[in-house]
């Protein structure tokens, strides 16, 4: 079976920073392949086929897996399959791998000897949570001034991500938590009022749970407040308005319920790690 190799001087091209963020939407058929570095893959939407040696795997959004150097793997089978490639350096994760080796899930998912690549699957608020890092890692990474940091914040960025990644894992395998069915329908609810603001007696009214046992059922299922979660779902509603229409940021703040565009302003940034307008600049204006 034909396959190739993928060097790092292909996508390093600051020798102090090899670490790049590659949007893949759609992702296409790829042949078998191998690369010098690492590659950690966020699958955003869609569906497909990871493909190894031995076979292949369904792959849909949420899943999160790593490519070791060397190991050879593509994709096909291909549906609308939109993920992100977080190209890392093979010399990069060395000084820290002892430190991360202590944290479960790690040997797991990033250090594991077989050829087939263990894929973790998270939900819908943890890959939020993720793509907000993924996000700061792309900007930190593309800054050219060298004195503002961005190196370094960059790989502070790259480790909590791995971290994180490794921490939504294992919360996975070890938990006990039985989610409440009417869990599923607060979540849908609020994912049709994106629009404006839910307060916490209304979700408990709907839901026909008390206020205190919405609050501890809902935050033992997804790690979150119910009206934290809806703000940050907001938030990333007006993400995709930003990236999808012409609306200028006050209707922007509008459509997603945030009346005050200052307020809205604070959220976007609390939630995103950068300001909307940033957002939209780094989302829209093409690498050179």
């Known amino acids: 079976m034909s396959s190739y190799l993928l060097r790092g001087e292909m996508f390093f091209h600051k020798p ?15 042949t078998l392949h191998q690369h010098d570095f690492y590659e950690l893959v966020v699958v955003v939407a869609g569906s497909g086929a990871h493909l190894q ?9 949420g899943n999160v897996f790593l490519v070791r150097p060397g190991v050879f793997h593509g994709y096909g089978q291909i549906d609308d399959l939109e993920l992100y490639n977080v190209l890392i350096g093979e010399k990069a994760l060395r000084p820290h791998i002892r430190e991360l080796s202590e944290i479960s899930g790690f040997d797991e998912l990033f250090l594991h000897e077989e050829e087939e690549i263990p894929i973790a699957k998270l939900n819908s608020h943890q890959l939020a949570e993720l793509m907000v890092l ?27 991500l791995i971290i994180t990644v490794c921490r939504f894992h294992s919360a996975h395998r070890r938990s006990n938590v039985v989610t409440d069915g009417r869990l599923e329908s607060v979540i849908t609810y609020m994912e049709q009022h994106l629009d404006r603001s839910i307060s916490l007696k209304e ?22 407040s119910p009206i934290d979660y809806h703000i940050h779902r907001r ?15 006050e209707l922007v703040s509008d459509r997603t319920g945030f009346s005050d565009a200052n307020y809205f302003a604070r959220q976007f940034r609390t939630h995103m790690q950068m300001s909307p307008r940033q957002y939209k600049q780094l989302w829209t204006t093409p690498n050179p």
């Open 134 to 160: 993924v996000n700061a890692i792309r900007l930190e990474s593309e800054r050219m001034d060298i004195s503002y940091g961005a190196s370094t914040m960059a790989y502070a960025k790259l480790l909590q």
């Open 235 to 249: 938030i990333l509603y007006a993400a995709r308005l930003l990236l999808t229409t012409d609306l200028s940021m």
């Open 16 to 30: 102090q920073l090899p670490l790049k963020v590659l949007h893949r939407d759609p992702e296409i058929p790829f």
């Open 203 to 224: 979700l408990a009214s709907y839901s026909a749970m008390s206020i205190s046992t919405l609050n501890r059922q809902f935050k033992l299922a997804t790690g979150w």
């Open 53 to 61: 040696k031995g076979g292949g795997k369904p792959i849909s959004g």
